[in-house]
């Protein structure tokens, strides 16, 4: 696990949010995100977590309560789950980054040579230069990731928000991927990753959020304080073992087989 | 035996037709990428159903509250002022998340048909008559509905100048788009709004036929080329002036019926550029992409 930089100020603040489209999933919770933590947001599936972690950026609204973004204009760079994009159009990888600076633009304006180098920056950032110039559509997984990751970095996001980023990524692409994330942390981007996947997940995280929908309950903070097989087995309905490896951490189901 | 006129000495006959035949063909071709790429190839034939129900409510306001005379209230209530209204009012509609689903745009082709029947049957004017207010033929066209279309057209190509990359990342990417400061909904609203303009002003002077097809074809004619989304919809545009010209041109040569000369235009349009796509495939050349 990795450790935040010392100094940080709070950029999203939950006070007493309720999560939900129309009705609440869950109790009120309280929850702050900081500059340079890396939170893992985790639960079974189905739970909420991307729920929350939209309503954390500011694309949902709670259904009650307050988040609050600071500044106001925080910018986020979001990478959703791929279903979730609009398949079919004509955008190439280098166009999709570029879509990250659209809300720098002022109405009608394209982009310029600043704009041009930033993408550049990001693509070679995310190691996602050599297939730029290639369909999005066409691009594998993992590379699809690298692209929404970039355009998340050209649009000079201060915190990085992933759902699932490494749903549907065979294993290679997968492990990159964790390694790319877990560099940007330690370059000060403060990261909110979902993950069903809870080891990925939360071995470079500095807070969990564990989403317990059965229970309607949010339970967050550091990794030390939530992070344990007590409340991992009583979420998961099932006896849950935790092992640290010297670059991994393993969630197993107790006498069965390995749950993430 | 005097020859007989030629194409070019009968324009003051064509002149407003061809100009306003075109300037939709521009419109309903650019917009044919979005639709197309957007997949609600079948909200432009709800939106001709939805500009319908104006009309006929125009007709009821006319019989039942204005009566005959020349009014502010009357101009507003032009049959052909409604049909726009209620057509822009129907992108609320089809910019909800669901809006443009398959269901949804069934329900308001239905709903809108059914509408035109019911409301059609209180007023003393014949259904015919509706349907000839709104369902044009491309071969009269009354100068005001030329410029008419010439306004719509610099209208909606003036708001996807200046909005074109935020309809872009709110159709790619809605949740990001959100996250990103951008209201979703707003900009789909807009968006659809530059569809229901084009489309009732297109099918107010070419009919329902041609305004689909010039909508539907050179846009899939264009895509099949795999071009960037900047030059598919610049050159479906030209595709879709060009089926309209030159529909209405051959009509006229070879005394055919317009709007369906202008669809077959369309379709050789399509079947060239599949068999241009096909042949770029197989000698192993990667089309433009950007």
Redesign the interface.
Same mark, same amino acid.
């Given at each position: 696990m990795t450790s935040a930089p010392t100094v940080s100020r709070p950029l999203v603040h939950a006070r007493q949010a309720v999560i939900g489209y129309q009705s609440a999933l869950v109790q009120p919770f309280d929850l702050t995100v900081c500059t340079g933590e890396f939170w893992a947001i985790i639960g079974p599936n189905g739970g909420g977590k991307t729920t929350l972690v939209?309503t954390l950026?500011? =694309?949902?609204k709670p259904v009650s309560g307050q988040v609050v973004r600071s500044p106001a204009?925080l910018?986020?760079?979001?990478v !959703?789950q791929r279903h979730?994009?609009?398949r079919?159009?004509?955008?190439?990888a =280098?166009?999709?980054v570029m879509?990250g600076r659209? !809300?720098l633009?002022q109405?009608?304006?394209?982009p310029g040579n600043a704009d041009r180098d930033a993408v550049l920056r990001a693509l070679d950032r995310t190691g996602a230069r050599e297939f730029a110039?290639? !369909?999005f559509d066409s691009l594998s997984g993992g590379q699809q990731q690298r692209a929404l990751v970039a355009?998340a970095l050209a =649009?000079e996001a201060e915190v990085l =928000?992933l759902d699932e980023p490494t749903d549907n990524v065979d294993l290679t692409g997968e492990g990159e991927l964790v390694e790319l994330i877990a560099q940007l942390h330690r370059e000060g981007l403060t990261i909110l990753m979902v993950g069903h996947d809870i080891g990925p997940a939360v071995h470079h995280a500095t807070h969990v959020c564990l989403v317990d929908r059965q229970r309607g309950r949010i339970t967050a903070g550091p990794v030390a304080e939530v992070f344990d097989e007590a409340r991992l087995s009583e979420v998961y309905g099932r006896p849950m073992s935790i092992e640290y490896g010297d670059d991994c951490v393993h969630v197993h189901v107790k006498g069965g087989t390995r749950a993430a | 035996m005097p020859p007989e006129p030629s194409f070019l000495d009968n324009w003051a006959f064509w002149l407003e037709a061809m100009v306003a035949s075109v300037a939709a063909g521009i419109g309903l071709g650019g917009l044919g990428v979005w639709v197309a790429?957007?997949?609600v190839v079948y909200v432009p034939l709800a939106v001709s159903q939805v500009a319908a129900v104006g009309v006929v409510i125009a007709f009821l306001i006319e019989e039942f509250l204005l009566g005959d005379g020349e009014s502010v209230m009357h101009a507003l209530c032009e049959p052909s002022v409604l049909a726009l209204v209620l057509a822009v009012a129907s992108a609320f509609y089809f910019a909800r998340p669901q809006g443009g689903g398959e269901r949804a745009t069934g329900v308001a082709w239905v709903a809108g048909g059914a509408a035109v029947l019911l409301l059609g049957s209180l007023v003393r004017t014949d259904i015919h008559d509706v349907q000839g207010i709104l369902f044009g033929n491309a071969v009269l066209v009354e100068r005001s509905q030329m410029w008419t279309t010439v306004a719509v057209l610099g209208v909606v190509a003036a708001v996807h100048?200046?909005?074109y990359?935020?309809f872009?990342?709110v159709?790619?990417?809605?949740? +990001?788009?959100?996250?990103?400061?951008?209201h979703v909904y707003r900009h789909e609203v807009l968006l659809y709004a530059t569809f229901a303009l084009m489309i009732s002003a297109a099918t107010r002077v070419l009919g329902a036929l041609p305004a689909f097809g010039l909508t539907l074809l050179p846009a899939l004619a264009v895509?099949a080329l795999?071009?960037?989304?900047r030059t +598919?919809v610049a050159l479906a545009a030209g595709l879709g002036g060009l089926s309209a010209g030159l529909g209405y041109y051959l009509s006229f040569r070879y005394d055919l019926p317009t709007g369906a000369t202008m669809v077959a235009v369309g379709m050789v349009w399509l079947g060239l550029t599949n068999v241009l796509a096909r042949v770029m495939r197989r000698g192993g050349r990667t089309a433009e992409?950007?």
């Open positions: 939209r950026i500011g =694309a949902l204009n910018r986020v760079g979001y !959703p979730n994009l609009q079919g159009l004509p955008l190439t =280098a166009d999709v879509l659209t !809300p633009w109405l009608g304006r394209g110039e290639h !369909p355009r =649009a =928000a | 790429l957007k997949r100048g200046l909005w990359r935020r872009l990342y159709s790619f990417d809605p949740v +990001s788009a959100a996250a990103a400061g951008f895509l795999r071009l960037g989304m +598919s992409v950007g």
